[in-house]
Protein backbone atom coordinates (compact mmCIF):
# COMPACT_ATOMS: atom_id res chain seq x y z
CA UNK A 1 0.00 0.00 0.00
CA UNK A 2 1.66 3.43 -0.73
CA UNK A 3 2.10 5.71 2.29
CA UNK A 4 3.57 9.20 2.88
CA UNK A 5 4.95 9.88 6.52
CA UNK A 6 5.70 13.32 7.43
CA UNK A 7 7.31 14.15 10.60
CA UNK A 8 7.35 15.90 13.33
CA UNK A 9 3.47 16.47 13.22
CA UNK A 10 3.95 19.95 14.51
CA UNK A 11 6.82 21.93 15.29
CA UNK A 12 7.31 25.82 16.87
CA UNK A 13 10.44 27.47 16.28
CA UNK A 14 11.67 31.18 16.85
CA UNK A 15 11.49 33.93 14.36
CA UNK A 16 14.99 33.56 11.98
CA UNK A 17 15.91 30.20 12.94
CA UNK A 18 16.27 27.31 10.01
CA UNK A 19 14.03 24.08 10.67
CA UNK A 20 13.50 20.77 8.71
CA UNK A 21 10.72 19.23 7.88
CA UNK A 22 10.75 15.49 6.62
CA UNK A 23 8.89 13.07 4.69
CA UNK A 24 9.42 9.06 4.11
CA UNK A 25 7.35 7.35 1.35
CA UNK A 26 6.25 4.04 -0.01
CA UNK A 27 4.96 4.76 -3.21
CA UNK A 28 6.01 2.87 -6.40
CA UNK A 29 6.72 3.10 -8.96
CA UNK A 30 7.49 6.40 -8.14
CA UNK A 31 7.14 9.14 -10.75
CA UNK A 32 7.82 12.80 -8.54
CA UNK A 33 7.44 14.23 -5.11
CA UNK A 34 5.86 17.59 -4.35
CA UNK A 35 6.11 20.06 -0.98
CA UNK A 36 2.75 22.34 -0.76
CA UNK A 37 2.38 24.87 1.53
CA UNK A 38 -1.34 25.30 2.88
CA UNK A 39 -1.97 28.69 4.88
CA UNK A 40 -5.11 28.40 7.36
CA UNK A 41 -8.27 28.56 5.37
CA UNK A 42 -6.33 28.49 2.28
CA UNK A 43 -5.74 26.16 -0.64
CA UNK A 44 -2.43 24.11 -1.29
CA UNK A 45 0.19 26.03 -2.88
CA UNK A 46 2.92 24.02 -4.81
CA UNK A 47 6.51 24.61 -3.24
CA UNK A 48 8.60 22.30 -5.19
CA UNK A 49 7.72 19.02 -7.47
CA UNK A 50 10.99 16.60 -7.67
CA UNK A 51 11.60 14.27 -10.20
CA UNK A 52 13.66 10.60 -9.72
CA UNK A 53 16.72 12.31 -10.79
CA UNK A 54 16.88 15.56 -8.96
CA UNK A 55 18.64 15.59 -5.73
CA UNK A 56 17.49 19.08 -4.64
CA UNK A 57 15.75 22.06 -5.05
CA UNK A 58 15.53 25.72 -4.14
CA UNK A 59 12.18 28.01 -4.36
CA UNK A 60 13.51 31.32 -2.66
CA UNK A 61 13.89 30.55 2.08
CA UNK A 62 12.46 26.54 0.91
CA UNK A 63 15.31 23.62 -0.40
CA UNK A 64 13.64 20.81 -0.31
CA UNK A 65 16.06 17.04 -0.88
CA UNK A 66 15.11 14.11 -2.34
CA UNK A 67 16.81 10.71 -1.67
CA UNK A 68 14.92 7.90 -4.10
CA UNK A 69 17.24 5.26 -3.17
CA UNK A 70 16.13 5.57 1.08
CA UNK A 71 12.85 7.50 -0.35
CA UNK A 72 12.89 10.20 2.00
CA UNK A 73 12.60 13.53 1.20
CA UNK A 74 12.99 16.96 3.89
CA UNK A 75 12.00 20.45 2.87
CA UNK A 76 14.63 23.17 4.71
CA UNK A 77 13.06 26.26 5.70
CA UNK A 78 15.88 28.83 6.24
CA UNK A 79 15.53 32.42 8.38
CA UNK A 80 12.22 31.66 9.16
CA UNK A 81 9.15 34.00 9.06
CA UNK A 82 6.19 34.85 10.61
CA UNK A 83 4.47 34.03 7.44
CA UNK A 84 6.32 31.02 6.92
CA UNK A 85 3.14 29.26 9.97
CA UNK A 86 1.45 26.79 8.21
CA UNK A 87 0.85 23.57 7.00
CA UNK A 88 3.43 21.09 4.58
CA UNK A 89 1.79 18.63 2.97
CA UNK A 90 4.74 16.22 1.24
CA UNK A 91 2.86 14.17 -1.79
CA UNK A 92 3.84 11.68 -4.00
CA UNK A 93 2.73 10.72 -7.52
CA UNK A 94 3.15 7.25 -8.65
CA UNK A 95 4.25 6.83 -12.18
CA UNK A 96 1.11 4.80 -13.59
CA UNK A 97 -1.58 5.48 -11.46
CA UNK A 98 -0.49 3.65 -8.05
CA UNK A 99 -3.08 4.72 -5.95
CA UNK A 100 -6.70 5.00 -7.17
CA UNK A 101 -5.92 8.43 -7.96
CA UNK A 102 -1.97 8.19 -8.70
CA UNK A 103 -1.17 10.89 -5.58
CA UNK A 104 -0.29 10.00 -1.93
CA UNK A 105 -0.96 12.79 0.75
CA UNK A 106 1.31 13.16 3.61
CA UNK A 107 -0.46 14.28 7.02
CA UNK A 108 1.34 17.59 7.04
CA UNK A 109 3.36 19.30 9.47
CA UNK A 110 1.97 22.09 11.47
CA UNK A 111 4.58 24.89 11.55
CA UNK A 112 4.02 27.67 14.13
CA UNK A 113 6.83 30.57 13.78
CA UNK A 114 7.04 32.51 17.13
CA UNK A 115 7.90 36.16 17.32
CA UNK B 1 -4.18 35.17 -5.59
CA UNK B 2 -5.10 31.68 -6.77
CA UNK B 3 -5.54 31.06 -10.40
CA UNK B 4 -8.24 28.78 -9.52
CA UNK B 5 -11.26 30.60 -7.83
CA UNK B 6 -13.84 28.96 -5.92
CA UNK B 7 -17.23 30.72 -5.15
CA UNK B 8 -18.79 30.73 -2.55
CA UNK B 9 -15.48 31.50 0.08
CA UNK B 10 -18.36 29.97 2.73
CA UNK B 11 -21.67 28.06 2.45
CA UNK B 12 -23.59 27.64 5.56
CA UNK B 13 -26.89 24.93 4.57
CA UNK B 14 -29.38 23.09 5.92
CA UNK B 15 -29.74 19.18 5.45
CA UNK B 16 -32.98 19.44 2.98
CA UNK B 17 -30.69 22.16 1.00
CA UNK B 18 -29.57 22.39 -2.09
CA UNK B 19 -26.60 23.98 -3.13
CA UNK B 20 -23.76 24.14 -5.58
CA UNK B 21 -19.97 24.82 -5.10
CA UNK B 22 -18.26 26.76 -8.56
CA UNK B 23 -15.07 26.48 -9.69
CA UNK B 24 -13.10 28.26 -12.51
CA UNK B 25 -9.69 28.54 -14.15
CA UNK B 26 -8.65 30.01 -17.26
CA UNK B 27 -4.92 28.34 -17.36
CA UNK B 28 -6.01 26.23 -20.23
CA UNK B 29 -5.90 23.25 -17.60
CA UNK B 30 -7.56 20.29 -19.35
CA UNK B 31 -8.36 18.23 -15.81
CA UNK B 32 -10.10 19.15 -12.60
CA UNK B 33 -10.72 17.63 -9.59
CA UNK B 34 -12.91 18.32 -6.33
CA UNK B 35 -11.01 17.10 -2.70
CA UNK B 36 -12.57 17.18 0.57
CA UNK B 37 -10.50 18.88 3.11
CA UNK B 38 -11.26 18.48 7.40
CA UNK B 39 -9.65 19.99 9.49
CA UNK B 40 -5.82 18.82 10.42
CA UNK B 41 -5.96 16.01 7.50
CA UNK B 42 -4.72 15.96 4.26
CA UNK B 43 -7.43 16.99 0.93
CA UNK B 44 -9.18 13.64 -0.03
CA UNK B 45 -10.14 13.32 -4.08
CA UNK B 46 -13.47 12.90 -4.69
CA UNK B 47 -13.65 13.59 -8.55
CA UNK B 48 -11.84 14.12 -11.37
CA UNK B 49 -12.55 15.18 -14.39
CA UNK B 50 -9.99 14.87 -17.92
CA UNK B 51 -11.18 16.77 -21.07
CA UNK B 52 -14.84 17.73 -19.48
CA UNK B 53 -15.37 13.96 -19.13
CA UNK B 54 -15.64 12.21 -15.68
CA UNK B 55 -12.87 9.41 -15.08
CA UNK B 56 -13.06 9.34 -11.13
CA UNK B 57 -15.19 8.75 -9.06
CA UNK B 58 -13.97 7.92 -5.20
CA UNK B 59 -17.17 5.98 -4.39
CA UNK B 60 -18.38 9.26 -3.48
CA UNK B 61 -22.01 9.48 -1.82
CA UNK B 62 -24.72 10.50 -4.15
CA UNK B 63 -26.11 13.45 -2.60
CA UNK B 64 -22.91 14.92 -4.24
CA UNK B 65 -23.06 15.69 -7.79
CA UNK B 66 -20.22 16.86 -10.56
CA UNK B 67 -20.59 18.82 -13.34
CA UNK B 68 -17.89 20.11 -16.24
CA UNK B 69 -20.14 22.28 -18.12
CA UNK B 70 -16.76 23.10 -20.19
CA UNK B 71 -12.87 23.25 -19.57
CA UNK B 72 -12.86 25.87 -17.46
CA UNK B 73 -15.95 25.45 -14.98
CA UNK B 74 -16.26 22.90 -12.74
CA UNK B 75 -19.32 22.76 -10.15
CA UNK B 76 -20.37 20.82 -7.32
CA UNK B 77 -23.99 20.13 -6.84
CA UNK B 78 -25.09 19.17 -3.43
CA UNK B 79 -28.26 17.58 -2.09
CA UNK B 80 -29.48 16.66 1.20
CA UNK B 81 -26.32 16.95 2.77
CA UNK B 82 -25.30 15.54 6.42
CA UNK B 83 -23.35 16.95 9.28
CA UNK B 84 -20.55 15.00 8.48
CA UNK B 85 -19.96 16.47 5.29
CA UNK B 86 -18.69 19.91 6.93
CA UNK B 87 -15.35 20.05 5.26
CA UNK B 88 -13.28 22.57 3.33
CA UNK B 89 -13.74 21.68 -0.13
CA UNK B 90 -11.18 22.46 -2.83
CA UNK B 91 -11.06 22.20 -6.30
CA UNK B 92 -7.99 21.82 -8.77
CA UNK B 93 -6.52 21.63 -11.90
CA UNK B 94 -3.40 20.39 -13.68
CA UNK B 95 -2.58 21.31 -17.17
CA UNK B 96 -2.14 17.10 -18.54
CA UNK B 97 -5.43 15.13 -19.59
CA UNK B 98 -5.48 13.90 -15.80
CA UNK B 99 -4.08 12.09 -12.81
CA UNK B 100 -2.74 9.41 -14.82
CA UNK B 101 -0.27 11.29 -16.50
CA UNK B 102 2.72 11.59 -14.39
CA UNK B 103 4.48 15.25 -13.48
CA UNK B 104 1.31 17.51 -13.51
CA UNK B 105 1.40 19.73 -10.53
CA UNK B 106 -2.02 20.73 -9.58
CA UNK B 107 -2.96 24.50 -8.90
CA UNK B 108 -5.73 24.80 -5.63
CA UNK B 109 -8.05 27.08 -5.62
CA UNK B 110 -8.82 28.87 -1.93
CA UNK B 111 -11.65 26.42 -1.64
CA UNK B 112 -15.26 26.43 0.19
CA UNK B 113 -15.85 26.37 3.72
CA UNK B 114 -19.04 24.49 4.14
CA UNK B 115 -21.00 24.00 7.15
CA UNK B 116 -23.70 21.52 7.19
CA UNK B 117 -26.47 22.52 9.71
Known amino acids: KNQVEQSPQSLIILEGKNCTLQ??????????LRWYKQDTGRGPVSLTIMTFSENTKSNGRYTATLDADTKQSSLHITASQLSDSASYIC??????????????FGKGTHLIIQP | DTEVTQTPKHLVMGMTNKKSLKCEQH?????MYWYKQKAKKPPELMFVYSYEKLSINESVPSRFSPECPNSSLLNLHLHALQPEDSALYLC????????????????FGDGTRLSIL
Open chain 2, 92 to 107: ASSQGGGLRRAGQPQH
Open chain 1, 91 to 104: VVSAKSGGGADGLT
Open chain 1, 23 to 32: CNYTVSPFSN
Open chain 2, 27 to 31: MGHRA
